[in-house]
């Protein structure tokens, strides 16, 4: 199987035939009040608030039930009816992907809030995922008890932790979610929410959607864990649409329909397997790195392969690549890296076996316990290893050392960083002297590729470049993955930080005390501080959204802690105030901060007269400036050594620009446009 950020069906005919089956559960679910609306169970009945602090949850008009891309009041939804983008999500709580698109997600609230984009949550659970079904229909259940409030809680927390889908984890994340448990476990225990399932799948099959994560935004497809820029793009041409639209006498009401009606085009049924085509032609920048290799080091054809020893797709591939090796034999090396998936939790372990072996017994040591890996797979825990360990002939006590101490975990996670540059989304994954070739495909599917690299590394042996310099040569033209656009935000004087005050890496982070998506980036940055040391400096901004009742107090509080203590004041009460931030609000109300002063040991009355006064407006206001010329709309928002990250990213997209900026200094920046 091929992964990719989206997760595709192995085989869609398959999965077509099994939505047949319940093809008939959509009529009934549609004749429950004749706009597609939950039927009344007992599971069914609970509150529906028209606002929670997530922003508004207003059911669909009876138009958007008939629209080409339907929502009903039986989908759980974030944000208003009458915004001018809804974006449809497809996608299964198993698939990795879809968790992928997290954080994305969270960013677009941010950035656009509730009344500038409303979210949609339709079910899709592949078959191949086993808790994908028993996930959704809890999730589900969770929404007819709680409606949309509690359901965006379960769905957070079962993203967040998509390794651990058991019964017992999922009703741990509806109790949190705040529903009933034992209406919970009467409505799971009678499948109460299956027929919603089996609605999505069917109308996911209507609208010929092939995997997960899928988006319809105002009806215009867009496929996979895309970045934020590329949901961006979409919405904001969205909404100028959108505007245009109801300028033209479109009813608000009938806006999602009409939308819909205009962008949404049937897809063309394709031949089976065309799904599964991807550029062969880009030439990627893959470092070989210091890892284990099979084959002459001039080999005129390269082949880097990014791997797991728990993937069953990265065994399958094994005879594929021994094929190579015995139809091309010296003319094709490969080269060994790690990429351990992070729900493979036997792979990691896995990968510090082999690397022990090869410390031991050098590359064909590694390659015997790479054999013995494979043979011994799904079958990976500490025993099995240990068995493999004395069947490759490693010493025993060395070995334990090395699984106890993740003794190359420095090697792996080099790996696994040069997997994140070249965008590796799944396992296996191949470069062909750069040439991507991704999944378990035959010797049929690779045989050309390599074919067409002997003839052109023919080209440049006839040219003159040396047979061990063949592999350079091709990388110094090679695609290197984008790093981010080139702003600049004017400095503040006095702006609080952290690191050496002339750090060679410059982090300004705008950012808002009261959103959990900042809350969530500070693990991030602190991951970032115990790398890089001083060689980054971390720069506080304040971007108080005006949404969040308590966000300017707080950035207030934080500068006058600063005031009273320097550097070490602000961070400590920064610390301190994402720490409690989740606590309903009560977290950074006036009490808790006059609080939180005490414990700092600050001078509260002089405390309180700053807050009351306003004292740092000026500061708040002067960091809100630079944000607008710097075209920052929400929170989090980065400047990393001049290269802007938008919202709460993941560790390798800011060490790939910290990277960059260490090499060769931070980017040449032009003045923001207006």
Same mark, same amino acid.
């Given at each position: 199987?091929?992964?990719?950020?989206?997760?595709?069906?192995?085989?869609?005919?398959?999965?077509?035939?099994?939505?047949? /089956?319940?093809?008939?559960?959509?009529?009934?679910?549609?004749?429950?009040?004749?706009?597609?609306?939950?039927?009344?169970?007992?599971?069914?009945?609970?509150?529906?608030?028209?606002s929670?602090?997530?922003?508004?949850?207003?059911?669909?008009?009876?138009?958007?039930?008939? /629209?080409?891309?339907?929502?009903?009041?039986?989908?759980?939804?974030?944000?208003?009816?009458?915004?001018?983008?809804?974006?449809?999500?497809?996608?299964?709580?198993?698939?990795?992907?879809?968790?992928?698109v997290?954080?994305?997600?969270?960013?677009?609230?941010?950035?656009?809030?509730?009344?500038?984009?409303?979210?949609?949550?339709?079910?899709?659970?592949?078959?191949?995922h086993?808790?994908?079904?028993?996930?959704?229909e809890?999730?589900?259940?969770?929404?007819?008890?709680?409606?949309?409030?509690?359901?965006?809680?379960f769905?957070?927390?079962?993203?967040?932790?998509?390794?651990?889908?058991s019964?017992?984890?999922?009703?741990?994340? +509806?109790?949190?979610?705040?529903?009933?448990?034992?209406?919970?476990?009467?409505?799971?225990?009678?499948?109460?929410?299956?027929?919603?399932?089996?609605?999505?799948?069917?109308?996911?099959?209507?609208?010929?959607?092939?995997?997960?994560?899928?988006?319809?935004?105002?009806?215009?497809?867009?496929?996979?864990?895309q970045?934020?820029?590329?949901f961006?793009?979409?919405?904001? /041409?969205?909404?100028?649409?959108?505007?245009?639209?109801?300028?033209?006498?479109?009813?608000?009401? +009938?806006?999602?329909?009409?939308?819909?009606?205009?962008?949404?085009?049937?897809?063309?049924?394709?031949?089976?397997?065309?799904?599964?085509?991807?550029d062969?032609?880009?030439?990627?920048?893959?470092?070989?790195?210091?890892?284990?290799?099979?084959?002459?080091?001039?080999?005129?054809?390269?082949?880097?392969?990014f791997?797991?020893?728990?993937?069953?797709?990265?065994?399958?591939?094994?005879?594929?690549?021994?094929?190579?090796?015995?139809?091309?034999?010296?003319?094709?090396?490969?080269?060994?890296?790690?990429?351990?998936?992070?729900?493979?939790?036997?792979?990691?372990?896995?990968?510090?076996?082999?690397?022990?072996?090869?410390?031991?017994?050098?590359?064909?040591?590694?390659?015997?316990?790479?054999?013995?890996?494979?043979?011994?797979?799904?079958?990976?825990?500490?025993?099995?290893?240990?068995?493999?360990?004395?069947?490759?002939?490693l010493?025993?006590?060395?070995?334990?050392?090395?699984?106890?101490?993740?003794?190359?975990?420095?090697?792996?996670?080099?790996?696994?960083?040069?997997?994140?540059?070249?965008?590796?989304?799944?396992?296996?994954?191949?470069?062909?002297?750069?040439?991507?070739?991704?999944?378990?495909?035959?010797?049929?599917?690779?045989?050309?590729?390599?074919?067409?690299?002997?003839?052109?590394?023919?080209?440049?042996?006839?040219?003159?470049?040396?047979?061990a +310099?063949?592999?350079?040569?091709?990388?110094?033209?090679?695609?290197?993955?984008?790093?981010?656009?080139?702003?600049?935000?004017?400095?503040?004087?006095? +702006?609080?930080?952290?690191?050496?005050?002339?750090?060679?890496?410059?982090?300004?982070?705008?950012?808002?005390?009261?959103?959990?998506?900042?809350?969530?980036?500070?693990?991030?940055?602190?991951?970032?501080?115990?790398?890089?040391?001083?060689?980054?400096?971390?720069?506080?901004?304040?971007?108080?959204?005006?949404?969040?009742?308590?966000?300017?107090?707080?950035?207030?509080?934080?500068?006058?802690?600063?005031?009273?203590?320097?550097?070490?004041?602000?961070?400590?009460?920064?610390?301190?105030?994402?720490?409690?931030?989740?606590?309903?609000?009560?977290?950074?109300?006036?009490?808790?901060?006059?609080?939180?002063?005490?414990?700092?040991?600050?001078?509260?009355?002089?405390?309180?007269?700053?807050?009351?006064?306003?004292?740092?407006?000026?500061?708040?206001?002067?960091?809100?400036?630079?944000?607008?010329?710097?075209?920052?709309?929400?929170?989090?928002?980065?400047?990393?050594?001049?290269?802007?990250?938008?919202?709460?990213?993941?560790?390798?997209?800011?060490?790939?620009?910290?990277?960059?900026?260490?090499?060769?200094?931070?980017?040449?920046?032009a003045?923001?446009?207006?």
């Amino acid at each position: 199987m091929r992964y990719s950020p989206t997760v595709m069906r192995p085989n869609v005919q398959l999965r077509r035939l099994a939505r047949v /089956a319940v093809s008939a559960l959509l009529g009934l679910v549609a004749a429950c009040d004749g706009q597609g609306a939950r039927p009344k169970t007992a599971a069914s009945l609970g509150p529906s608030p028209s606002s929670t602090a997530l922003g508004p949850f207003v059911d669909a008009s009876a138009s958007e039930a008939s /629209a080409t891309v339907p929502i009903n009041a039986a989908d759980p939804v974030w944000g208003d009816r009458r915004a001018p983008v809804t974006l449809v999500v497809f996608g299964d709580l198993e698939c990795p992907y879809t968790a992928k698109v997290l954080p994305t997600l969270r960013a677009l609230r941010e950035r656009y809030g509730a009344a500038g984009l409303r979210i949609v949550w339709k079910d899709d659970p592949l078959p191949f995922h086993p808790q994908a079904r028993p996930a959704a229909e809890a999730a589900e259940t969770v929404f007819a008890l709680g409606q949309s409030p509690a359901f965006w809680r379960f769905w957070d927390q079962a993203l967040e932790h998509q390794a651990d889908l058991s019964l017992t984890a999922l009703e741990g994340w +509806a109790s949190s979610a705040g529903v009933d448990l034992a209406s919970y476990r009467q409505a799971l225990a009678a499948h109460a929410s299956a027929a919603k399932v089996d609605g999505d799948l069917v109308l996911a099959q209507r609208l010929k959607v092939q995997g997960t994560p899928t988006f319809f935004v105002n009806g215009t497809l867009l496929v996979g864990a895309q970045p934020v820029a590329k949901f961006a793009d979409v919405i904001d /041409a969205e909404a100028e649409k959108a505007k245009a639209k109801l300028a033209a006498g479109v009813a608000p009401d +009938a806006l999602y329909a009409e939308m819909t009606r205009v962008n949404w085009k049937a897809p063309v049924d394709e031949p089976e397997g065309d799904d599964d085509k991807e550029d062969t032609t880009t030439v990627w920048r893959v470092p070989i790195g210091p890892g284990p290799v099979r084959g002459r080091p001039d080999a005129p054809v390269t082949i880097v392969l990014f791997s797991d020893f728990q993937c069953p797709y990265c065994k399958r591939v094994e005879p594929t690549l021994k094929q190579v090796r015995d139809v091309y034999g010296d003319k094709v090396r490969i080269v060994w890296r790690d990429a351990p998936l992070p729900f493979h939790k036997r792979a990691r372990p896995a990968a510090e076996l082999a690397r022990e072996a090869r410390t031991e017994k050098g590359d064909p040591g590694f390659w015997a316990a790479h054999d013995a890996l494979f043979d011994s797979q799904p079958n990976l825990s500490d025993d099995d290893l240990m068995a493999v360990g004395r069947a490759v002939g490693l010493d025993a006590a060395r070995l334990k050392g090395a699984l106890a101490g993740e003794r190359y975990a420095a090697q792996i996670q080099a790996d696994l960083d040069a997997a994140d540059d070249v965008q590796v989304d799944g396992t296996p994954a191949m470069f062909i002297n750069g040439r991507r070739f991704s999944g378990a495909q035959p010797f049929e599917a690779i045989r050309p590729l390599i074919d067409d690299e002997l003839r052109h590394t023919a080209d440049l042996l006839a040219q003159g470049v040396a047979p061990a +310099a063949l592999y350079d040569t091709l990388m110094k033209t090679a695609k290197t993955p984008p790093i981010g656009e080139v702003r600049r935000a004017p400095p503040r004087a006095g +702006a609080p930080f952290r690191g050496l005050a002339n750090g060679p890496v410059v982090i300004e982070e705008f950012a808002d005390f009261q959103c959990p998506y900042c809350a969530r980036a500070d693990d991030t940055l602190g991951q970032l501080v115990k790398r890089y040391g001083a060689k980054i400096k971390l720069v506080w901004r304040n971007f108080p959204l005006p949404f969040h009742a308590h966000a300017e107090e707080a950035a207030e509080a934080a500068l006058e802690a600063q005031k009273q203590k320097g550097n070490a004041g602000f961070w400590a009460m920064h610390d301190k105030m994402f720490a409690h931030q989740g606590e309903h609000g009560a977290g950074l109300d006036r009490r808790a901060l006059d609080g939180y002063a005490r414990d700092l040991g600050m001078d509260v009355a002089a405390f309180d007269r700053a807050l009351d006064g306003h004292a740092h407006q000026g500061e708040i206001q002067a960091d809100m400036d630079a944000a607008d010329q710097a075209q920052i709309r929400g929170t989090p928002a980065f400047i990393v050594g001049g290269y802007f990250v938008g919202g709460a990213q993941p560790f390798g997209v800011f060490r790939r620009i910290i990277d960059k900026v260490l090499e060769s200094g931070p980017a040449e920046v032009a003045p923001a446009a207006r």
